[in-house]
């Protein structure tokens, strides 16, 4: 493994925000100068193909519109604000109840759920009150 996609790695790891490749490069070239746009794109695959990653296309947000982040072992909603681009994520028991109700009545074996909920964050729906 080159110290390259090694950076990638942690970064994507370590992340406490959905990143898209154009942030990631951005990111991997402080911790590594010589990082490639080839090199992001690569580890990208690689990591979705092992099942490492989620990748989130949120057609909504204006730019790049993949994001990606680590895989976890819960379902939950994406939120995706209009206004400045943040992306939260959302739990609830009722999302967890919902999906055993399709998984029952419909007699299917979800293995993934995406769901997502554009709108305004807090922070942007308060900014928007005030203006």
């Known amino acids: 493994m080159t110290a390259q996609r090694r950076a990638v ?7 406490s925000e959905h990143l898209n490749a154009a942030t990631l490069l951005d990111l991997a070239r402080k911790r590594e100068p010589d990082v490639d746009r080839a090199t992001v794109y690569r580890t990208i695959e690689l ?4 099942r ?11 730019g790049e519109k993949h994001y990606y982040k680590v ?3 819960w379902d939950h909603i994406h939120l995706a ?9 959302f739990s609830s028991p009722l999302f967890e109840q ?3 109700e399709i998984s029952e009545q419909a007699g299917f074996e979800i ?21």
């Open 81 to 89: 604000c209009f206004r400045c681009g943040r992306i939260e994520e």
């Open 71 to 73: 895989k976890t072992r």
């Open 9 to 15: 790695i942690e970064l994507i790891q370590t992340a």
């Open 111 to 131: 293995q993934v759920t995406r769901l997502e909920v554009g709108g305004n964050c807090r922070a942007c729906a308060t900014a928007e009150k005030k203006s």
């Open 52 to 62: 490492l990653i989620d990748e989130l296309d949120l057609m909504h947000l204006k």
């Open 98 to 100: 919902l999906e055993a």
């Open 47 to 50: 990591l979705k193909r092992l």
